[in-house]
């Protein structure tokens, strides 16, 4: 038999472990799920052992655990590739919004309808299946294989920057490979050069020492909602330009060669307005949307609370307020600078009669990767056999905080070999999964694997 026999053999075996994965709530921004973290970590190591890995650890951190296993017997000839991916999830509200509960995944016409099915636990899964069957048909793996899987990346991994840092020997590896971001289209593999890094804050006005009457104090006392919204109005203009004082000073410019090459894809506009069900597209003006989208940065309020929201009116003028602002980042931009920067303006421009204090929540920096490197050879050969199409080279507008790390920490080549879609819901009401592309997504890695071990080491 061999691995694609082998893989065929076991779809429905693999699609119901996975659901298995996926009804654990391992959400690792709230504190009441820290438990079914670890318990989530620790059913992946077990599976990893179940499959032959070798050396399998649950690694505690001072968050959630770090899986890490390794099958390192392949030889000194071929190269060693570092596979990461998360097992942590987004939280699940608005949980009203989902069709089905999001921990009891279900499959409706080929997908799998699951808190975490494309981000990340199924693009994870693929990848363990893909090990397993080339462990179970040639009795060992064609290269070195090490696995870094976290519990964190949804929080802006805190610990795993460290942790990298800090185990470099360990970690050491010819490639890095990762499998957490969306395919161009469907049918249309795709390597994604380039993430957007993320600066979050929060911000909190302080108005009066209680709610306050507002026909009795209203025009004299300044209310906190509005001068959160006299702020927030201040952080872009209409034109989708953020006026934060240096916010563009290290802005890597779109070159007229990328400008080309990314205008080649065929960007469908007209597919995002269908798919997000609004009439018109906004943004700076003078950019492509896959240019807006992917390699110029961007702010959006996440979260705006305060005030009176029941049922009818009540007149209140409330004492405090709260919004949840993120930026999107390009190359060379950092998190730390920009987050510095906002806070500086935004305290500077801070309305009379109320206290607004700033607090930096977490950041990723963004990334350019090199196009031109053997592991992606490997990767596009690896993409085109599989599909049987063309490979496209696109960038992405979400962020993986460790991924600039690989580059500058482990000085390794980073491939993002994604086999999700953006319009499956990631971070979402109803997020799912194409059970297409698990399949597909686990003889592409096999085959990926296979094709490095003809590359040389460095
Ligand atoms: N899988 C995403 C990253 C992603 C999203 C890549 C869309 C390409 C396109 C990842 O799990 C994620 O959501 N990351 C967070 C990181 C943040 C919390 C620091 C993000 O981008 O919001
Ligand atoms: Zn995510």
């Not at 069957?133 to 805190?158: C, D, H, Q």
């Not at 500077?348 to 592991?375: E, F, M, N, W």
Request: aromatic share 8%.
């Amino acid at each position: 038999m061999n691995v694609t026999q082998f893989l065929e053999k076991n779809r429905a075996r693999a699609e119901s472990q996975l659901l298995e994965f996926l009804r654990i709530p391992s959400i690792s921004t709230d504190p009441a799920n820290a438990q079914d973290v670890s318990r989530c970590a620790s059913w992946l190591a077990d599976h990893l052992r179940s499959i032959g890995m070798p050396l399998v650890e649950v690694i505690p951190t001072d968050g959630h655990p770090i899986v890490y296993a390794e099958c390192l017997n392949a030889g000194p000839n071929v190269p060693t590739v570092l596979f990461y991916g998360h097992y942590d999830v987004q939280p699940v509200d608005p949980i009203d919004l989902w069709t089905n509960p999001p921990f009891d995944p279900v499959v409706k016409e080929g997908k799998v309808f699951a808190r975490g099915a494309t981000d990340d636990k199924g693009q994870v899964f693929l990848h363990v299946k893909a090990i397993e069957a080339l462990l179970a048909v040639e009795g060992r793996l064609p290269i070195n294989m090490k696995l870094l899987i976290e519990g964190e990346e949804e929080i802006g991994s805190p610990n795993l920057g460290p942790f990298v840092r800090e185990r470099t020997e360990m970690l050491a590896c010819d490639a890095v490979l990762v499998s957490d971001t969306p395919m161009f289209a469907p049918g249309m593999p795709s390597i994604v050069y380039g993430l957007r890094g993320l600066a979050y804050l929060q911000i909190e006005v302080q108005g009066p020492n209680r709610d306050l009457h507002s026909g009795s104090y209203g025009g004299t006392v300044n209310n906190p909602l509005n001068a959160l919204a006299c702020i927030i109005a201040k952080l872009k203009d209409m034109d989708g330009r953020i006026l934060i004082p240096g916010f563009y000073d290290s802005v890597l410019d779109v070159s007229p060669e990328e400008h080309d090459s990314l205008a080649d894809l065929g960007y469908d506009d007209n597919r995002l307005l269908l798919d997000v069900g609004v009439v018109t597209l906004v943004g700076e003006e003078g950019y492509t949307t896959a240019e807006r989208l992917w390699a110029r940065p961007t702010l959006d309020v996440n979260g705006f609370l305060g005030g009176f929201t029941g049922e009818g009116a009540k007149t209140v003028l409330p004492a405090r307020a709260m919004a949840k602002v993120s930026m999107r980042l390009v190359p060379y931009q950092t998190h730390e600078e920009i987050a510095k920067k906002a806070m500086d303006y935004i305290l500077r421009i801070a309305p009379p009669g109320v206290k607004v204090s700033v607090q930096d929540l977490h950041g990723a920096d963004p990334v350019l990767v090199p196009r031109d490197t053997s592991a992606i050879f490997a990767a596009v050969k690896a993409l085109e056999e599989t599909f049987g199409t063309k490979c496209r080279f696109t960038r992405e507008g979400g962020s993986i905080p460790v991924v600039l790390l690989f580059d500058t920490v482990l000085k390794a080549p980073t491939v993002l070999m994604g086999f999700g879609l953006n319009n499956e819901n990631a971070h979402s009401p109803d997020e799912h999964f194409d059970l297409n592309n698990f399949h597909i997504g686990m003889r592409a890695v096999a085959r990926y694997y296979q094709l490095m071990a003809e590359t040389s080491t460095r």
